[in-house]
């Protein structure tokens, strides 16, 4: 029996909900709308991405079964936080759990480095913004927070653009989009 490769799934789950977010970090969309961005955080970014981590599991991927459980994981703390314990917490908190984020994704981007470079385009733009979010909370400076949500609209766009090049070559059964094999 042939799986589907669950990559796009994760993917795109990532993408979406990494845009809204940013949205917001990057000051383009009022912080009002977080209440969507915890919305996709627990349908799309966390549990369609833990489950095709699950679905790489399967087909023997680690790198695949480590990123997709870990960034679905991530979605469903980050809403959770949110949603029930942000009130009082200090920033510097939030500063070391996006920076340790940001070591785990530096990790991660390591890895990649046996992989495509679109993989190896969107950890290294997630790491720099996982710093920079990081950096603006533990510093106190808001424009670092900014700066963390341009690059994690890059991030998104670079995932988005993954999976749309896994979706459309595995459709076409050629290369339409490519990713730097």
Known sequence: MKLANPAPLGLFGFALTTWLLSMINAGLLPAAGMGMVLAMAFAYGGTAQFIAGL????????????????????????????EFFAKGVPAAMVGWYLLMWGFFTFAMFIGTFALNRALQLIFAALTITFVLLALGALLATPSLSVFGGYFGLLTAALAFYLGAADVINATHGRVVLPIGA
């Open 55 to 82: 679905m790489e599991m399967a087909t023997g991927n680690t790198f695949g079964f480590v990123a997709f459980c870990s960034y679905g994981a991530f979605w469903w703390s980050f809403a959770l936080f949110v």
